[in-house]
Nanobody, 123 residues
Framework: QVQLVESGGGLVQAGGSLRLFCAAS????????MGWYRQAPGKQRDLVAV???????DYADSVKGRFTISRDNAKNTVYLQMNSLKPEDTAVYYC?????????????????WGQGTQVTVSS
């Protein structure tokens, strides 16, 4: 129904920057919240940042002041600008969208996930 495709991950030295990009496509009527989560090896998937359709944002304490989430509603895209990266930011980053879809006349709201993009920060 809805596909999320992420890009922008990679290997960077501590103190460096990366910009993640996620585009949503499919049977989309509208997208409410969009966000980024991350999962390090052996750990649970945690929220990094979220942005509402109206542009309100929230961040994990560990990334406040370093990461910035933004979105383009017309393009169904969300971005994560990551600055001052630390080794502890190393994880697979997943894009998430709370999307409203219309399939065969049925309207529903569901969570959708991207496949993940690896971010590795070396010390």
């Amino acid at each position: 129904q809805v596909q999320l495709v992420e890009s922008g991950g990679g290997l960077v030295q501590a103190g460096g920057s990366l910009r993640l990009f996620c585009a949503a496509s499919g049977s989309i009527f509208s997208i409410n919240d969009m966000g980024w989560y991350r999962q390090a090896p052996g750990k649970q998937r945690d929220l990094v940042a979220v942005i509402t359709r109206g542009g309100s944002t929230d961040y994990a304490d560990s990334v406040k002041g370093r990461f910035t989430i933004s979105r383009d509603n017309a393009k169904n895209t969300v971005y994560l600008q990551m600055n001052s990266l630390k080794p502890e930011d190393t994880a697979v980053y997943y894009c998430n969208a709370l999307a409203v879809t219309v399939v065969a006349g049925t309207i529903s709201e569901s969570d959708f996930w991207g496949q993940g993009t690896q971010v590795t920060v070396s010390s």
